[in-house]
Structures are given as structure tokens and as C-alpha cells.
């Protein structure tokens, strides 16, 4: 939908570009603008591990509208209810962390789809732009919001194929730090058993026709390589502290 940049998004992928995004977990609106002003193409907002809260959760999601960049929305878990609390505010795409397995997935991708195919609850505004409920608007929600499910434990790289195979999976995104973490080597980018993890995610996301998503502020040539069609590639935690550092780095060297 126009509200939230999905098309944009989708475009710049099937133009063979790959879409870049900048992490917000501060509360404050302010931040997801400063992202889409300074030319990012999505915000990937984290409801999980930030402190923003439903109402503040809308802010962020109308500070993109009129701009250039996609909205989506990490909710804490994997679970019906906060996946409601977000979905009718009209995120381009909606989040859901640790995944563990194919059952956990399914009711994810339900919860995101309307009866019959699922068993999303009916409530509108936002979402039809506070005007009447339209053909287009029933049409567009077979596939809107983007059901992203994050792939960030090894249980879930055993499952992956189960998962893979699920109807209305639109991407998986894969947390490299919590993926890691899950074998014993947290960060340990060139270990041999965590790069075939990397690897296998990507090419089984490949092979199944599912986007594939990471976010990492690092190893960007290493992803490249395996394909990524998105990416978010900076915090705004991160960005300030870089930013902060440098100044007080180029004043001393005066």
C-alpha cells in the first residue's frame, strides 16, 4: 500500500538493486525520519528488543509516510496478539523474531492473513486510509503486510525446509549474532560451521523463491556473495555513537 512504501521496496528487488535499511529502537519518532531523510529504503523498527511501545510503535510508522522508505515492524515474539497490536497501523512488512520451527511459523503467517487463509482479526483505519473498505483493499491483504519470519537459532536451520515450504511465507530474515550464539560461537563470522549455516539459509531461501534478509553491520561482501536481498546495515544507537566519537576524534587531530 501507498502508506507504507511496500511497492518502493519490492521495486528496487526486482530491479536487481538491494534494498539497505537503518535499525531504530529509540522511542522517539524523530529517529525513523532522520533514516528515511537521509535516503535509507526501509526502517527496520524493533519492537523487540527497544523500548518502543504500541503507541509510539504508530509514530514511527507514520513518520515514513510521504517519503521514500518502507516500514517494517520487528514485534517481540511470535505470537498472535502482539502481531495484532502492530498489524492494522499498516506496516510495509511485519517482523516475527525467533522462529524456531514450522509450527511456530505457520501461526505467525495466520496471524497475518485474513479468514479463510488465516485468522487475522478485522478492524480497518489506518489501514484503508480512514476511508471505506475497498475490493483493492481486500486484495492487497492476501499479501500485505510482507511476512518476514527471522531465522536466528540453529532449530530453526534443522527446520528449515518445513519452513520453507509454508504458503504465505514472503521472507526470512536471518539474525547472524543470535544464530551464532545458538552454536556456541557468537560473532565467530568465519567459523566454518557458522558460515554454513549463513550459507544454507541462503541458498534454501534462494532454491524456495523466499527474500532473503539479514542484518548486520558488518561482512556486507560476504553477503553480497550469498545473495542478500535486503539488508539493514546500521543502528541508530550505533550511528550516534560512530557519529559522537568521530567529532571528538577530528577535533583532537586538528
Not at 6 to 17: C, D, S, T
Not at 225 to 240: K, L
Request: hydrophobic residues 45%.
Amino acid at each position: 500500500m501507498k502508506i507504507n512504501n511496500l511497492e518502493k521496496f519490492l521495486a528496487k528487488i526486482k530491479a536487481g538493486e538491494c534494498p539497505l535499511g537503518g535499525c531504530v529502537s529509540l522511542a522517539d519518532p524523530l529517529v525513523t525520519e532522520i533514516v528515511a531523510a537521509a535516503g535509507y529504503d526501509f526502517v527496520f523498527i524493533d519492537g523487540e528488543h527497544g523500548e518502543i511501545d504500541r503507541n509510539t510503535a504508530l509514530q514511527h510508522l507514520m513518520a515514513v509516510k510521504g517519503t521514500d522508505c518502507a516500514s517494517l515492524y520487528r514485534v517481540p515474539c511470535c505470537d498472535h496478539t502482539e502481531i495484532k497490536k502492530i498489524i492494522d497501523f499498516c506496516p510495509a512488512g511485519i517482523i516475527v523474531p525467533m522462529v524456531m520451527n514450522a509450527e511456530q511459523a505457520a501461526e505467525a503467517i495466520a496471524a497475518m492473513r485474513y479468514p479463510t487463509v488465516g485468522n487475522r482479526g478485522v478492524g480497518f483505519r489506518r489501514g484503508v486510509n480512514y476511508e471505506p473498505v475497498t475490493d483493492e483493499y481486500w486484495r492487497l491483504s492476501e499479501h500485505e503486510p510482507l511476512a518476514i519470519l527471522q531465522i536466528e537459532h540453529i532449530d530453526a536451520v534443522r527446520d528449515l525446509d518445513r519452513i520453507l515450504a509454508l504458503p504465505g511465507l514472503d521472507s526470512v530474515l536471518v539474525g547472524p549474532y543470535d544464530l551464532s550464539a545458538s552454536m556456541g560461537k557468537a560473532g565467530q563470522w568465519d567459523d566454518p560451521e557458522v558460515k554454513e549455516a549463513f550459507d544454507t539459509v541462503a541458498r534454501k531461501a534462494h532454491e524456495a523463491g523466499v527474500l532473503l534478509g539479514v542484518s548486520l553491520e558488518t561482512e556486507f561482501a560476504a553477503w553480497k556473495r550469498r545473495g542478500v536481498d535486503y539488508m539493514a546495515v546500521r543502528s541508530d544507537t550505533g550511528a550516534m555513537m560512530e557519529g559522537f566519537r568521530n567529532s571528538i576524534r577530528a577535533f583532537r587531530n586538528a
